[in-house]
């Protein structure tokens, strides 16, 4: 089995830079997505928090939530769009 090398579409990159993120060549996209949507997560249950506490209205909430989701429209493109894998002919894994 040989190692893989990733080239992410540029606006992947831009998208995950966003984020604070720049993966290597060798981070596989699965591993990219996965932080992201760690980060949605904490994001979501962040709101919800929020909005139990009385911090934020009920009114609007959803408004809220959709903001995020767009925020985080990258985790709705497949992974396989995200990068494309060649291999490295120069490393045996």
């Known amino acids: 089995m040989r ?5 992410y579409h540029p606006r992947v990159l831009d998208e995950l ?3 604070g993120l720049r993966p290597r060549p ?4 699965s591993l990219a997505k996965a932080f992201v949507n760690d980060l949605y997560r904490h994001e979501l249950r962040r709101l ?6 009385r911090e934020i ?3 609007g909430y959803a408004d809220r939530v959709v903001a995020l989701r767009k925020k985080y429209f990258l985790l709705s493109i ?3 769009l995200w ?3 060649h291999p490295r002919p120069d490393v045996v894994a």
Do not use: I, K, W
């Not at 190692?3 to 080239?7: D, G, M, P, R």
């Not at 060798?26 to 996209?29: C, S």
């Open 3 to 7: 190692a893989v090398e990733y080239t």
């Open 17 to 19: 830079a966003a984020f």
């Open 26 to 29: 060798t981070t596989p996209p």
């Open 48 to 53: 919800r928090r929020q909005l139990r506490s």
């Open 57 to 59: 209205p009920r009114e």
């Open 78 to 80: 497949r992974l396989d």
């Open 83 to 85: 990068a494309r894998a």
